[in-house]
């Protein structure tokens, strides 16, 4: 990765993490927050080396466990497997694709609040953790979609991250 690719790269997780933490919780519902360190992992996935996505897929994780005050690796854990799913079929297909990138982010969002539930309820006994998950997760979909499908617009959306 480049100097101006990682540049880049720092200048947009720190300006998601502080919409993410500090802007959006002020003007929208909980169920309506979208996960932007989400779809940032996916375009890294899909559009990076596994040498470089993997650490950076940890590395959000961490940082969305650490801002939303949940359990510590619980985000870290879902955002790495992701990644390892999203980097082995990834090759096969044409990742530049805006679809695929919106299909993508509706699966990752699925497949962490999976694991986010099941990890939930092997490891805290609150007995409505399950509903007060299940109340927001449609909703939180299609927030991630839609924000996956704002970020297609872009100028440079079809251009590879690092050079092949």
């Known amino acids: 990765m480049s100097k101006r690719a990682a540049l880049l790269l720092v200048s947009l997780v720190v300006t998601a993490m502080v919409i993410q933490v500090s802007l959006l919780p002020v003007f929208v519902r909980p169920a309506f927050k979208p996960d932007l360190l989400l779809v940032i992992m996916v375009f ?22 650490v801002c939303s005050g949940l359990y ?9 497997i992701s990644f ?17 990138f919106i299909l993508t982010v509706i ?18 006994a609150s007995p409505g953790i399950a509903y007060s998950m299940f109340s927001d997760i449609f909703s939180r979909i299609l927030v ?9 617009v872009f100028p440079g959306f079809d251009s590879n991250v690092e050079p092949a």
Request: charged residues 10%.
């Open 72 to 80: 510590l690796g619980l985000n870290a854990t879902a955002f790495l």
């Open 107 to 124: 699966g990752v969002t699925m497949a962490s609040f999976t694991l986010n539930l099941l990890l939930m309820v092997l490891f805290t």
């Open 44 to 65: 890294i996935a899909l559009r990076s080396s596994f040498e470089a996505g993997a650490p950076l897929a940890w590395i959000f994780g961490m940082l969305d466990d």
């Open 144 to 152: 991630n979609a839609f924000v996956a499908s704002l970020i297609t």
């Open 84 to 100: 390892f799913v999203i980097k082995s079929v990834s090759d096969r297909l044409y990742a530049d694709s805006a679809i695929l």
